[in-house]
């Protein structure tokens, strides 16, 4: 699977627990914090299911706004 | 002063001035005797109305789950509970602080998280509630954003720190990041007092607010990367830190993550065996606070970089409490509502770290037979804890693994 269907596997299951709606497709330019309305909690669940999928931790050196950092931050760590 | 903003509170669609607020004082012939409310404006109304009658009240967190509340012993009956007050003597703006520092037996009772399960009830006093709070006239400009839930100690001293300044408060808690930043410029916030994750949040970087000249750091550890990006966001603010406690109210504060014991404190606050104890002269009164020979362990351990004066820095929580940016967790009352669910064979709460809350709380469950589904098992949770201590991820397992004496790994 691509890193775009994993990462929207994830967001998807964080909805799915906040009784929200699931997303088809995410694009890069989705914001996390005002489309997807995710707050401190669900962000923090965001970094730990991608630390535990990828490997790496995106908020480590400050804050992500959109999918596209988020993919980015999982492709740096594969060109490491 | 006749216009000037009280409470601005967005999610009651709210903005209440100085005169609407004694207009509400002056109008009120009971009060609710616990306070229970999402309207922070009649929150705080009831407990100027308390202090002024001089009447003993209890605020709860309106953030509870029925549950909770009935584990408290708290029904629709007691909640609902008023209390009658004779408003002959007229309030004015002119007399309304004298009138709340005249109050004479008030006392205030919170809940904070216990480490069996239950909630203590701790009662504060006006001078346990204010001993941090400043007055004075390059204070009375000040316009403070909330950013505590107002039913917890630190959200409360925000509260007076306002109100004994006849401050404007507007409400920032539970409000996103765009609309965080809309309220500071719009409302000219000179004044905002948060946990780390609330700063955390509004990173990254993107304009400066140069109107804002105060920011308090409480309720985790101390974040040093996190302090210098938001002197780009606030670059005229001032930063402090604080170390408070439910059980005591504020007893540090620092520009760094290293304390300096006030000398007026030096023989209330000592360290033993690395955890600092506060003697019971600072603490609140409770039958639930157990005093070792009149001190109160904190829990709290720490490195002592210089004894006079004593100069401390936080290492860590001596208990298994789980700190989901700022709110503690005691993880055996989530596994106790876990292993409730007549599917659940047994669990684990752990706390997992992360880069925004300092941690999440995450379970692991063994189920009876199979069926049991992680949506009901939610469901089920919700009905009995608050919002942040439902584990965050919920794993199935066939076993779980204990520490060699037995008891359940915390990490």
């Known amino acids: 699977m691509r890193d775009i269907e994993l990462l929207t596997e994830i967001i998807n299951s964080i909805k799915d627990n906040n009784n929200t709606s699931r997303l088809d497709n995410i694009k890069p330019e989705t914001n996390l914090r005002d489309q997807l309305s995710f707050d401190s909690l669900d962000l923090a669940e965001l970094t730990v299911r991608i630390e535990q999928k990828f490997g790496v931790d995106i908020f480590e050196n400050g804050v992500v706004l959109t999918v596209g950092e988020v993919l980015d931050k999982i492709k740096g760590r594969d060109e490491k | 002063m006749r216009n000037k903003l009280f409470i601005f509170d967005p999610f009651s669609h709210t903005e209440y001035t100085y005169t609407g607020l004694i207009y509400s004082l002056n109008t009120s012939i009971e009060i609710n005797k616990i306070i229970h409310s999402a309207d922070y404006f009649e929150i705080f109304r009831d407990i100027i109305l308390s202090i002024i009658y001089d009447i003993p009240i209890t605020l709860i967190d309106y953030g509870l789950s029925q549950q909770e509340l009935s584990n408290l012993g708290l029904n629709e009956e007691a909640l609902s509970e008023k209390i009658s007050i004779d408003n002959s003597n007229p309030i004015e703006i002119s007399n309304l602080i004298s009138l709340i520092k005249a109050n004479r037996k008030w006392q205030i009772t919170l809940y904070t998280s216990g480490t069996t399960g239950t909630p203590k009830r701790i009662a504060h006093s006006f001078e346990s509630l204010t001993r941090s709070v400043r007055t004075g006239e390059h204070k009375s400009g000040d316009i403070w954003g909330l950013a505590y839930n107002p039913a917890h100690i630190a959200g409360l001293q925000v509260f007076f720190q306002a109100l ?132 109160y362990r904190t829990g709290d351990l720490v490195e002592v970089i210089n004894n006079n004066p004593l100069t401390i820095k936080f290492i860590s929580r001596k208990n298994e409490m789980i700190n989901v940016g700022g709110y503690k967790v005691n993880p055996t009352e989530v596994e106790l509502s876990l292993n409730s669910h007549p599917g659940v064979a047994l669990s684990r709460v752990f706390a997992k770290r992360n880069s925004i809350t300092g941690n999440i709380v995450i379970a692991e469950v063994m189920i009876k037979e199979p069926g049991l589904e992680e949506k009901a098992l939610r469901i089920f949770l919700s009905e009995r804890l608050q919002l942040y201590k439902i584990p965050r991820i919920i794993n199935f397992v066939d076993s779980i693994e204990t520490t060699h004496t037995g008891k359940l790994r915390r990490s």
């Open chain 2, 164 to 295: 004994l300044n006849l401050n404007s408060i507007i409400r920032l808690f539970g409000s996103s990041r765009a609309e965080i930043y809309s309220h500071i410029k719009e409302y000219s916030i000179t004044c905002i007092s948060a946990t780390p994750t609330f700063y955390r949040l509004l990173l990254p970087f993107e304009e400066s607010f140069n109107n804002v000249k105060r920011i308090t750091s409480g309720g985790e550890k101390f974040d040093t990367k996190l302090t210098e990006e938001l002197r780009h966001i606030f670059p005229e603010a001032k930063l402090l830190n604080i170390y408070a406690s439910t059980e005591a109210g504020t007893i540090f504060a620092s520009v760094n993550d290293s304390f300096i014991l006030k000398e007026e404190y030096n023989t209330l606050v000592k360290i033993v065996d690395l955890e600092l104890c506060i003697h019971k002269n600072l603490v609140g009164i409770s039958d639930e606070i157990t005093f070792d020979n009149e001190w």
